[in-house]
T-cell receptor, first 111, second 111 residues
């Protein structure tokens, strides 16, 4: 059974810092991995999808990496801004196509 | 382009009542998902549909039924609502194991 864990559960940083959010999964036979952002009371917005054959993906100030052998993914946010404050969720696709989520990291970027 | 549309956005039910949450997508995706989100629990998969006419249980299927009668629509039914089913429900769609897109959610309260 695939389990996805995100550490830390909450993170507070000053504006301008570079930061890393961590995601680990128990079954290395994942197909793909996706990172999402969720603002309070809102739905999920897709940030990055890393396919199983890739090691990383970049979009603007965001960079996500995937290491299937160690069961880990990281989301790197460069030069953080108050507008980055949100909950960040990672989710792993298993071979059957199901998408399993971690519990999320709540990020607060202080001006 | 509407993406993933969920109805209703809010609902209050009495214990024992039944209701159906509707979800429709216009992106011609094969895969569709139903999740519930509770505080501190992340998103938990209720049911998954890989294609029209097929459904598969997720992590928390008890108390729910689903129907995928066509490619566009995936409905979630609560036959006899219980207070434990108070939650925010999200529907999502995607090409198989590729980027998933989420609706804005249905906030359900069972009293």
């Amino acid at each position: 059974k695939q389990e996805v864990t995100q550490i830390p559960a909450a993170l507070s940083v000053p504006e301008g810092e570079n930061l890393v959010l961590n995601c680990s999964f128990t079954d290395s036979a994942i197909y793909n991995l996706q990172w999402f952002r969720q603002d309070p009371g809102k739905g999920l917005t897709s940030l990055l999808l890393i396919q199983s054959s890739q090691r990383e993906q970049t979009s603007g100030r965001l960079n996500a990496s995937l290491d299937k052998s160690s069961g880990r993914s990281t989301l790197y946010i460069a030069a953080s801004q108050p507008g980055d404050s949100a909950t960040y969720l990672c989710a792993a696709y298993n071979q059957g196509g199901k998408l399993i989520f971690g519990q999320g990291t709540e990020l607060s970027v202080k001006p | 382009n509407a993406g993933v549309t969920q109805t209703p956005k809010f609902q209050v039910l009495k214990t024992g009542q039944s209701m159906t949450l509707q979800c429709a997508q216009d992106m011609n995706h094969n895969s569709m998902y139903w999740y519930r989100q509770d505080p501190g629990m992340g998103l938990r998969l209720i049911y998954y549909s890989a294609s029209e006419g097929t459904t598969d249980k997720g992590e928390v299927p008890n108390g729910y039924n689903v129907s995928r009668l066509n490619k566009r629509e995936f409905s979630l039914r609560l036959e006899s609502a219980a207070p434990s089913q108070t939650s925010v429900y999200f529907c999502a769609s995607g090409a198989r194991a590729l980027e998933a897109f989420f609706g804005q959610g249905t906030r359900l309260t069972v009293v």
